[in-house]
């Protein structure tokens, strides 16, 4: 199984927006609605930031949404802050004998 | 509080063995599956596998069946994730997490360094 795809790094200035995709197939992305993003700082563990394609867990802010458009999943933060630079990962569910699948990851950095 | 606690970070040698633990408390650990997670020195995240702690039903991700055995002790609420015959190639941070359709929350996780 590959690992879902995401750009390697994006970047934007605060108080901007921006959108990282996540590109599957129709064996996960495309075939369930369980598309999760989770936030990682340097050194610490992964966070959850969105659930079940556009789901926001208690906690997380509402700058943060997600979407998806047949085998591709997408993130984004509005209203970028300095807080918001870290590594972002993609997760989609691919079957029972698969399991699931990360994305690559996506380094944001806010300029 | 739901909350997952790692076991300390371990140093060991080409084909030793080795068994590290997750131990869940603020919910009904046999209620949910846990996953384990493998990140690699700079690199992504990779879905290992999963245990249901109610049952011990256990399923692995096609890359790690055969690697390793995920288990787990609901007694003590502790799910563990081991090796029999470790090789430099598995150093890395392993993370544990409960899995409700997401991995929520997420263990601390636990560094494994494995080096002649």
């Given at each position: 199984?590959?690992?879902?795809?995401q750009?390697?790094s994006?970047?934007?200035?605060?108080g901007?927006?921006?959108?990282?995709?996540c590109?599957?197939t129709s064996s996960d992305?495309g075939?369930?609605?369980?598309?999760?993003?989770?936030?990682?700082?340097?050194?610490?563990?992964?966070?959850?930031?969105i659930?079940d394609v556009?789901?926001?867990p208690?906690?997380?802010s509402?700058r943060?949404?997600g979407?998806k458009?047949?085998?591709?999943?997408?993130l984004?933060?509005s209203?970028?802050?300095a807080?918001?630079?870290?590594?972002?990962y993609?997760c989609?569910?691919?079957?029972?004998?698969?399991?699931?699948?990360?994305?690559?990851?996506?380094?944001l950095?806010?300029? | 509080?739901?909350?997952l606690?790692?076991?300390?970070?371990?140093?060991?040698?080409?084909g030793?063995?080795?068994k590290?633990?997750c131990?869940?408390?603020g919910y009904s650990f046999?209620?949910?599956?846990?996953?384990w997670?493998?990140?690699?020195?700079?690199?992504g995240?990779e879905w290992?596998?999963?245990?249901?702690?109610?049952?011990?039903?256990?399923?692995?991700s096609?890359?790690f069946?055969?690697?390793v055995?995920?288990s787990?002790?609901?007694?003590i609420s502790?799910?563990y994730?081991q090796?029999?015959?470790?090789k430099?190639?598995?150093?890395?941070?392993?993370?544990?997490?409960?899995?409700?359709?997401?991995?929520d929350?997420?263990?601390q996780g636990?560094?494994?360094?494995?080096?002649?």
């Amino acid at each position: 199984q590959s690992a879902l795809t995401q750009p390697a790094s994006v970047s934007g200035s605060p108080g901007q927006s921006i959108t990282i995709s996540c590109t599957g197939t129709s064996s996960d992305v495309g075939g369930y609605n369980y598309v999760s993003w989770y936030q990682q700082h340097p050194g610490k563990a992964p966070k959850l930031m969105i659930y079940d394609v556009s789901k926001r867990p208690s906690g997380v802010s509402n700058r943060f949404s997600g979407s998806k458009s047949g085998n591709t999943a997408s993130l984004t933060i509005s209203g970028l802050q300095a807080e918001d630079e870290a590594d972002y990962y993609c997760c989609s569910y691919a079957g029972s004998s698969t399991l699931g699948v990360f994305g690559g990851g996506t380094k944001l950095t806010v300029l | 509080e739901v909350q997952l606690v790692q076991s300390g970070a371990e140093v060991k040698k080409p084909g030793e063995s080795l068994k590290i633990s997750c131990k869940g408390s603020g919910y009904s650990f046999t209620s949910y599956w846990i996953g384990w997670v493998r990140q690699m020195p700079g690199k992504g995240l990779e879905w290992m596998g999963i245990i249901y702690p109610g049952d011990s039903d256990t399923r692995y991700s096609p890359s790690f069946q055969g690697q390793v055995t995920i288990s787990a002790d609901k007694s003590i609420s502790t799910a563990y994730l081991q090796w029999s015959s470790l090789k430099a190639s598995d150093t890395a941070m392993y993370y544990c997490a409960r899995i409700t359709g997401w991995f929520d929350p997420w263990g601390q996780g636990t560094l494994v360094t494995v080096s002649s």
